[in-house]
């Protein structure tokens, strides 16, 4: 029997947990799961055979963290791949029952941001060895946003008619770790043709899983699976380990049965006796209609986009970065802060410790600066150094302290001199947290949306690249992109074609020169930063500091002046914390408006 035929009949009942089991039951065996595929496949087949035996007629195999985040090579990844088809197989046959066998892949991550087509070919290259040892059923299991999966999904349907079903992994408030909530997951799985089921697992445990769909609605008639975790872990001693609360599960999955959820398992913690239990109890549970959106409507709220024409308006803006301090004392950027509100910039802007240097944190010295000057200020937020928990916290934080603006940077990367000493966390690169926030204001902030941009590495060789980076963020409400320093008629242009063809609203980095020595320094020294030498020229070894800063003001207007027609305002970057010379700037280049 196919298995979208033996769904239309009912429940279906697949297994629990493989890796917490496993651990559980062969603690003498100190690698993963899945690397036991190869070394002691008759344990991993011992597993699966309870799982049959307990009611279980959905076996998934052990091949979750079959990826090169956990084996060296693509070639020991499909090794692992096919012994654990094989494994599922022998034990389908030896139990002697009609079970189902679905082939489970897990998240492909890219922590080295190595491209989504890096990542869709060892995606693609999974799948492959699952259909040539003959698989008909898949499950793209604990994904944490539609990125790849739709993708994936659309692959196997081309390759041949398979049944496909996406599970996500959501928290405790229904969002993921990429904060996709619940509500857009149902209806972007909902939408896709190219999934057969859809349903959530791991994540939350089953009491907070059924909350959670108690207060969802799911239109169509598409299957649903429910498959959470056994509770919440502790460590102990090194290990990882779950309360033994099968009682309270069973009871939580008999409620989560009766709204109507088709396919019925578990994930970390369960175990064996947690299906046959919950399989006895199902059956006298009724087969209810799964509560449905109301004709015309979708579940949840979109995105909210800021568009750029809303942001900033036809007004041009000026944005003046000032740097955090290494220490405590921030009276420098109080008293600079407070110059260049006077001389008429729009927003000061904080970076969150450049090239990896520590500095006072961009966020609270936004809001204190935001509250003692008063001038709005635009932290950015750098993805290097905080995790996904640190970063919603982070911005939930801010959003209290009514900072409204941010700018979304990946980061530099941390020094090769202070690795193993510091240690870059990367969970997000700047678009998929850009991707994030936009879920945050459609959710959390959509009484008051924040806005943020981007921001635009305009010298790369393949400007198609940068147009499709451009538009990517754009996507994720990304409402502008501040520019690295301009100095050049080559990057000039370059930058206004940027603009042109993207429909961004792009603001144009300038960063005055105060001196010879500092000029030389910025063309030889920093990555991105192209000064000619006929601006190099300019100064002299032997300027004096006063004839210096004129110069380096007359340049910074010059290039303001020249780029006037071609951007949507400035965004000037002050040296060495000269606030007064940039005051001198922003007075100069706010007379080209008036």
């Known amino acids: 029997m196919q298995l979208k035929d033996y769904l239309k009949q009912g429940r279906l009942v697949a297994d629990g947990a493989m890796g917490t089991y496993f651990e559980a039951k062969y603690p003498e065996e100190k690698g993963m799961a899945e690397a036991c595929n190869l070394s002691?496949?008759?344990?991993?087949?011992?597993?699966?055979?309870?799982?049959?035996?307990?009611?279980?007629?959905?076996?998934?195999?052990?091949?979750?963290?079959?990826?090169?985040?956990?084996?060296?090579?693509?070639?020991?990844?499909?090794?692992?791949?096919k012994a654990g088809w094989q494994i599922a197989e022998d034990a389908v046959k030896e139990a002697g029952q009609e079970v189902f066998i679905a082939a489970d892949i897990g998240p492909v991550y890219d922590?080295?941001?190595?491209?989504?087509?890096?990542?869709?070919?060892?995606?693609?290259?999974?799948?492959?060895?699952?259909?040539?040892?003959?698989?008909?059923?898949?499950?793209?299991?604990?994904?944490?946003?539609?990125?790849?999966?739709?993708?994936?999904?659309a692959y196997l349907k081309h390759k041949k008619d398979v049944f496909v079903g996406a599970f996500f992994s959501v928290d405790k408030n229904g969002y993921t770790r990429n904060g996709v909530s619940m509500d857009k997951l149902i209806r972007q799985a909902v939408e896709a043709q190219e999934l057969d089921a859809y349903g959530f697992n791991c994540g939350v445990g089953?009491?907070?899983?059924?909350?959670?769909?108690?207060?969802?609605?799911?239109?169509?008639?598409?299957?649903?699976?429910?498959?959470?975790?056994?509770?919440?872990?502790?460590?102990?001693?090194?290990?990882?380990?779950?309360?033994?609360?099968?009682?309270?599960?069973?009871?939580?999955?008999?409620?989560?049965a009766a709204l109507g959820v088709d396919i019925l398992g578990g994930c970390c913690g369960t175990a064996p006796e947690y299906i046959f239990d919950m399989q006895k109890e199902l059956k006298s549970v009724p087969v209810y209609p799964k509560k449905m959106a109301a004709a015309g409507q979708k579940p949840g709220k979109a995105p909210y986009i800021m568009s750029p024409k809303k942001?900033?308006?036809?007004?041009?803006?000026?944005?003046?970065?000032?740097?955090?301090?290494?220490?405590?004392?921030?009276?420098?950027?109080?008293?600079?802060?407070?110059?260049?509100?006077?001389?008429?910039?729009?927003?000061?802007?904080?970076?969150?410790?450049?090239?990896?240097?520590v500095r006072m944190d961009a966020a609270k010295l936004a809001a204190h600066v935001q509250r003692k000057v008063g001038i709005p200020v635009m932290p950015h937020i750098c993805c290097r150094d905080k995790n996904v928990i640190a970063m919603r916290s982070g911005i939930l934080g801010d959003y209290m302290n009514g900072i409204r603006h941010f700018l979304v940077?990946?980061?530099?990367?941390?020094?090769?001199?202070?690795?193993?000493?510091?240690?870059?966390?990367?969970?997000?690169?700047?678009?998929?947290?850009?991707?994030?926030?936009?879920?945050?204001?459609?959710?959390?902030?959509?009484?008051?949306?924040?806005?943020?941009?981007?921001?635009l590495n305009y010298h790369g060789a393949n400007v198609d690249a940068i147009i499709r980076r451009m538009k990517q963020k754009m996507e994720n409400g990304c409402s502008m992109f501040l520019t690295q320093p301009v100095y050049s008629k080559e990057d000039m242009e370059r930058v206004a074609y940027l603009k042109e063809q993207s429909g961004a609203a792009v603001l144009c980095g300038i960063l005055p020169l105060v001196s010879y020595k500092n000029a030389v320094f910025l063309a030889n020294e920093m990555p991105g930063i192209r000064i000619p030498e006929e601006v190099?020229?300019?100064?002299?070894?032997?300027?004096?500091?006063?004839?210096?800063?004129?110069?380096?003001?007359?340049?910074?207007?010059?290039?303001?002046?020249?780029?006037?027609?071609?951007v949507d305002g400035y965004y000037f970057m002050t040296p060495f914390n000269r606030a007064g010379m940039m005051s001198q700037i922003v007075r100069k280049v706010k007379s080209f408006f008036v």
């Open 40 to 81: 002691c496949p008759d344990k991993i087949k011992a597993i699966h055979l309870e799982y049959i035996k307990s009611g279980a007629r959905l076996i998934r195999t052990n091949t979750f963290a079959a990826n090169t985040m956990f084996f060296d090579t693509l070639d020991t990844v499909t090794q692992v791949v």
């Open 111 to 153: 922590p080295q941001f190595l491209g989504k087509e890096q990542v869709l070919k060892e995606y693609f290259a999974v799948c492959d060895t699952f259909l040539a040892c003959g698989a008909q059923i898949f499950v793209l299991e604990t994904q944490a946003e539609f990125a790849y999966v739709k993708e994936v999904a």
């Open 206 to 256: 089953a009491a907070h899983l059924k909350r959670l769909l108690e207060g969802a609605s799911f239109p169509g008639k598409k299957p649903l699976a429910a498959l959470p975790n056994a509770g919440y872990p502790v460590e102990l001693r090194g290990k990882t380990i779950y309360q033994e609360n099968k009682g309270y599960f069973v009871e939580m999955m008999r409620g989560i």
């Open 311 to 357: 942001q900033w308006g036809s007004q041009k803006q000026i944005l003046v970065e000032l740097d955090p301090p290494f220490g405590i004392d921030i009276s420098k950027v109080l008293h600079g802060a407070a110059e260049l509100k006077e001389a008429g910039a729009d927003m000061l802007t904080l970076a969150d410790s450049p090239m990896a240097r």
């Open 409 to 455: 940077v990946t980061g530099d990367p941390v020094g090769r001199d202070d690795r193993g000493v510091i240690t870059p966390v990367f969970d997000f690169n700047s678009i998929r947290f850009m991707g994030y926030l936009a879920e945050m204001n459609a959710d959390v902030f959509v009484e008051n949306p924040v806005c943020y941009g981007g921001a």
């Open 536 to 566: 190099i020229a300019r100064y002299s070894p032997d300027m004096g500091r006063d004839e210096a800063e004129r110069t380096g003001i007359s340049l910074a207007v010059e290039l303001a002046e020249k780029m006037q027609d071609a």
